[in-house]
Structures are given as C-alpha cells and as structure tokens.
C-alpha cells in the first residue's frame, strides 16, 4: 500500500469515525431506542437514575453523586451501543456513496425499433420507461438497465464489479444483460430497457447496502425475542427485590437500610443481555457489508443465512463451471466424406450464426483447411430454437443444418436419409473427451461431427473439495449428454451431475432435496436457470448473467465467479457464529455480575452474603460502579469482533460449539472477574 493510499484510509476512518460518534448522540431518541427492546430498558432506567440524582443534588441529600456516576456510565452504554451500530451503518453509506459517484445521469438515444439505421430521439436517461429502446454506441454510457436487442459490443462494468477487463454483451443467450452506469467501449448496442427510474439494478444495490432495505432474518429475530424474554425474567426478579429488601429492613428485624432504586438499575442493567443486544444491529449490517467487499451483493440478510446453512449446491455449467464460450477445436468426417466437404458445409451453416460456437466454426475451418472452396449463392438463414436444436441455412437446392447428434439424425431420417453409424463412434469420442459434439448434414446426407470444447475454469477443482470439506454436496447441471456431461463432471470433481437438463428437471431435483431436508444452494446466469434460482433457498446470480436470473436471484456476485460460493457459505456460517459467541459472551457475563452486585446491595442487611465477594471488592458503591462500568466498556472493546466476526473454522458442529463454549462461554465468566476487579482497583486508586 503506498504512502498516499494509506493516508487516504486513515482519513476514512477519521471520518467514519467522528460521523459515527455525532449519530451516537442522534439515536438517543426515543423513536431510535425503542428499536432494540434490551436497550430500551437501559434508556428508561437511565432516565430514571438521572432525574433521582438531580432530584438529590437540587434538595441536597442522599446519594446524589452516586446516582449521578452511575447514570453517566448508563448513558455511556447507550452511546457505545449507538456507537457500534452507526460504525456499521457508516460503512454501509461509505459503500453507497463510492457506489452512487458511479452512477450518471446521461442523455440517451431511444429509437423506435431494433434496426441499426433506425433514427434516435435524445431524451434524458431518468424519463426512460421499461420497454423503451435505446442504441449506446462506443463511449457512451448505458443509460439503464436492460436486455440486448442487437449488436455485439466490449462493455465496461468496473462501476459496478471493480474489474478493468471489458466483457462481451451480446443479443441472445446468457449474456445479453447490460446494467446501467456502464459503459460501451467499442462498437453499439440496442436495448430493451428493463427497469423504471430509479429502479434500476445499481438503485437497488445502494439501497441495500445502505440498509434501508434490510430486514431481520428468522435467526436474528428469534434471537432478538429470546433477549426480550430475558430482559423481561430480570426486569421481574429485580423489581420484586425492591419489597423483599423493604420487607427484611422493617418487619424481619434486620438491621441495615434498603436497596436503593439505583442500585436495582444497575443490577438490571448489568444483568439484562446488554452487550448482545448492543451489537446485534451491528453484526448483521456488518455482514452484509463484508459480502459486498467481496464483490458480491444479498438482498437480504436472510440469503447470508441460508447460505450459512445450506448443503447442497446447484451449479449451472455453462457459463459457471465452464468459460462457457465453446470453441470449435476439430472436425470429423464421415465415411466416405472428404475433411474439405465436411468444411466447407460446416463454414456455411455458420456464417449468419452470431453465438461464439458459430464464430468459432467459421474461424477453424478458415485456420485449419485456408483452401476450401467457399460455397455461394443467397440462402435463408435457419435460427436455432430450443426445440429443433440445430440451425442452418436453405438455398434453392439444399438444406444444410449443424446441431445436437438426436435432432440432426431426426432430421435426416425424417428426410429420408440414413444416419451412418460410425458417426456414433465419432460423437463418442468427443463426449468421452469433455466436448460438445455437433453433426453437420447436407439434405439427408450426414457428412461429420464437430467437437465444442468447453473450457473448464482453473482452480475450480480445489474450491470444490473445500466446498466438500464443510460439508456442502456440489451438483453440476448441463444440458449435455451424458456421457460429456460425465467427463466434465470428473474433470470439474463434482460429487454429482444432472445432464440433459430442461428447467422442469432442475426444479424436481431441487424439490427432491428440499423432501428429504436438504437447504439448497444454486448458481446460475442464464433465463432458463431462473425457475431453479427462485425455487432454490439460497440463488447467486453472476453479473453477467440475464436479466429474469438476476431478478430470481437473492444474491448477485458482482465478478461472476462461481466459485465465490464458498466465501458466500462461509460468511454465512460466520455470521451464525459470531452471533452465538457474542451471545454466549454476553450471557456469561452474568455471574461475575452476580458476585459483585448481589452482595453489595444486600450485605448491610444480610452480612452473611459478603461471603460472595470473592473478588474482594473495596465496598458496596465501589463493586456496582465497577460492574457498571465495565457493562459499558465491554461493548466498545467488542465491536471490532462484530464488525470483523469471529473467524470460522470447516469442523464439525460439535467440535465448534465446544470450541465457542470454551473460548466465549468460558471465557465470558472469566472476563468480568478480571475486569471489574481491575476497575474496583483503579476507583480505589483515584
């Protein structure tokens, strides 16, 4: 990090720092405190021991000064409290604004139809409606979100995912998807735009990350209503020790005085899980926040949850598990046919074919075989369409198609053709080896196979034996065949795949997992991974991906790394974990607190109980100051733990909820001992 770098991070968080502590003061309203039950209680009891001691100080008796210490270390809690909550808030807003620096307002060029020569009207980007077409040429900014109608363009998206490299947008397919704020770099596009002002997929990313739109997941709301039930158990008790002690004072014959309303507070304060309760907001905005410098966005903290949870995990290959732009790498021709007319055919099926499969042809037989005839004459262009599975062209004469093995030997024989049999051995070979076979055929003649070679990504091997390592089942998802769909599987160490997939079949597996109590994960980009993605209880959508997936998806990794699954599960289970530490921790608190304030409020009453200051604490106000303050302290030295979160571990549960006992439940008994004694000491002192 050089020297300009690291000044400029120090002033961040100078600044993040003073905004945090003036918005500690700003919560101190009711309508801020009323949003944490356990706090809210130390905000009434502050009230109250605050108004007691100036109450005494303006008649001039009792223990003013006292009461006084006492609610200015009450007041502290709450603003350490508010304090690590504004720090996570503060970081939130950081991101939102680096985030909104990016995003411009810019004019755009709306045509009436998808047709490069169509004229353009200027209208300004915020008046754009869902429906609207805009053609973006090179170095203009994309002005919405939306879908590629036509052309074929670099696109920079390091606004939105940080990363230099310029992508390909491209009409059809699975990475046709453009996002407002980015730019094009060469060529032009026309788009369908697919989402309103301020609707767009860059509005909604500052909105999350700013938390407006954060909810509370199911385990922080069945923590936050097991805080409240402990609140509620300790508000009783301490309110009944008010009588017992009147009680004991003037009809049991003891001698001594009783309890002060003070000195309740702050057994209740101490008691109550404060320090928890404190941090709870900060943790889940927190993780979050660490999602996004992964470069990856939830849309909820539920997602982080689930992810935390889940076992299974979906991927799509295509695009995920592979590069995804196959690329032709060899020809073979049939018996009886020459590699030049297996060439030449190949070649013009592909020339009005724009998916990088169909470039990649024209460019092997170009590079491979340079002195093949080219065949002329006009013909008409056949798409491609999921349910005849091959395109091609037809001229007057003939009808040349290139597509999946099944559909051209349908084709053929529809034709009236014989579909050759050592094609079979051919197409064999190339699934054996990874590759996506095609056939070529002319008329009713089959004249070769094609072999796609799909790319594996590097290093996505050993991500998934740690995916396997805590615990998590990966299952790729292909619309291959089989037997390719195998050998990428093995190649990619997978523990299972599902080939000849359609969306229906992603659907049923998943629900077969959901049947038998699996949380499934899945990973995907392209629309017709969209049902699985909505119906899956964790759904990452790469950036790249298409518009329907992003919208199924809960969460969107902004660099289309499958791979950054791991780090999303492992986020997860660290939010789960520090949430239980930190609630362990604060729970344990409990007993030293017990040890320290039980005695000194009762020990002129009953003196029988100092035998429970085994701390030794110099007197009664001495021991619950110590106490009080070190309930306060203790959240301040704990948010950089909730902001950072306690580290995971891939173990076992068993062996990590020993782990978290013996590390924060033993060690949140052993802490207060410490502290407060240290306290008691330095009250002492001055």
């Not at 009005?352 to 499969?357: A, G, I, K, V, Y």
């Not at 004459?377 to 040349?400: C, K, L, Y």
Request: hydrophobic letters at 50%.
């Amino acid at each position: 990090m050089t020297e300009k770098s690291t000044e400029q991070n120090r002033d961040f968080w100078r600044r993040l720092f003073r905004d945090a502590a003036k918005e500690s003061f700003r919560k101190l309203s009711p309508q801020s405190q009323w949003r944490n039950p356990v706090m809210f209680v130390v905000y009434v009891g502050a009230f109250l021991v605050t108004l007691m001691g100036l109450e005494g100080l303006i008649r001039g008796g009792g223990n003013w000064g006292f009461d006084l210490i006492i609610a200015v270390w009450l007041w502290l809690t709450l603003l350490f409290a508010n304090f690590s909550e504004a720090l996570a808030e503060g970081q939130g807003k950081a991101q939102a604004s680096s985030l909104r620096a990016s995003r411009r307002e810019v004019m755009a060029h709306k045509v009436a139809r998808a047709d490069a020569d169509a004229e353009w009207t200027e209208v300004p980007g915020h008046q754009l409606q869902r429906g609207d077409l805009v053609r973006v040429d090179a170095n203009e900014v994309i002005p919405a979100d939306g879908e590629v109608l036509l052309g074929v363009a670099a696109v920079d998206e390091s606004a939105i995912t940080g990363e230099s490299a310029a992508v390909i947008r491209e009409q059809g397919g699975d990475h046709s998807a453009v996002t407002g704020g980015t730019m094009v770099l060469s060529d032009w596009l026309i788009i369908q735009v697919t989402s309103s002002a301020g609707d767009s997929f860059l509005d909604r990313m500052i909105s999350l990350v700013e938390g407006a739109a954060r909810r509370k997941t199911p385990n922080e709301i069945a923590l936050a209503v097991l805080l409240v039930v402990l609140t509620m158990v300790f508000l009783v008790v301490t309110v009944t020790l008010y009588p017992f002690s009147w009680y004991s004072v003037h009809f049991a014959a003891h001698s001594g005085q009783v309890v002060s309303p003070t000195v309740l507070v702050a057994l209740l304060v101490c008691l109550i899980p404060t320090t928890i309760g404190a941090l709870l907001p900060a943790i889940g905005i927190s993780g979050i926040m660490r999602l996004l410098k992964a470069k990856v966005v939830a849309k909820s903290g539920r997602a982080i949850e689930a992810a935390g949870d889940a076992d299974v995990l979906f991927l799509d290959k295509t695009g995920t598990i592979t590069f995804g732009n196959r690329q032709a790498a060899e020809l073979l021709a049939a018996p009886g046919v020459s590699a030049d007319e297996l060439a030449a055919a190949a070649r013009y099926a592909s020339l009005s074919d724009d998916t990088p499969e169909g470039k990649s042809i024209v460019q092997l037989v170009d590079r491979v075989y340079p002195n093949v005839p080219a065949i002329t004459g006009e013909g008409n262009w056949v798409p491609f369409s999921a349910e005849t599975r091959m395109s091609g062209i037809d001229t007057s004469d003939h009808q040349f198609r290139k597509g999946a093995p099944d559909a051209i030997k349908r084709w053929v024989e529809q034709a009236g053709g014989q579909w050759q049999t050592a094609v079979d051995s051919d197409i064999e070979k190339i699934a054996q080896t990874g590759a996506t076979p095609l056939v070529v055929a002319l008329d009713a003649q089959v004249l070769g196979a094609i072999s796609l070679k799909d790319i594996v990504k590097p290093g996505i091997r050993e991500r998934f034996a740690e995916l396997r390592s805590i615990g998590i089942r990966t299952v790729m998802i292909t619309g291959d065949n089989p037997i390719t769909a195998g050998a990428i599987a093995a190649e990619a160490g997978v523990d299972d795949y599902l080939a000849e997939a359609k969306p229906q079949d992603k659907l049923d597996r998943i629900r077969e997992y959901h049947e038998k109590g699996h949380l499934v994960a899945m990973t995907g980009d392209g629309t017709n991974d969209a049902p699985a993605l909505a119906q899956a209880d964790v759904a990452v959508c790469m950036a790249s991906g298409t518009q329907a997936a992003r919208e199924a998806a809960n969460i969107v990794d902004l660099e289309s790394d499958p791979t950054k699954l791991l780090e999303i599960v492992r986020l997860g289970k660290q939010l789960l974990v520090t949430r239980g530490a930190l609630t362990t921790f604060s729970i344990a608190n409990d007993v030293a607190k017990y040890f320290a304030i039980i005695p000194a409020a009762f020990v002129s009453t009953y003196p029988q109980l100092d035998a429970l200051n085994v701390m030794r604490l110099n007197s009664p106000k001495d021991a619950i100051l110590s106490a009080v303050i070190f309930n306060a302290i203790v959240i301040l030295l704990l948010i950089p733990l909730a902001l950072k979160g306690v580290k995971y571990r891939a173990i076992s549960a068993d062996r990590l909820l020993l782990r978290n006992v013996m590390i924060y439940g033993v060690g949140g008994i052993i802490a207060p001992f410490i502290g407060i004694k240290l306290i008691d000491l330095l009250l002492t002192i001055l």
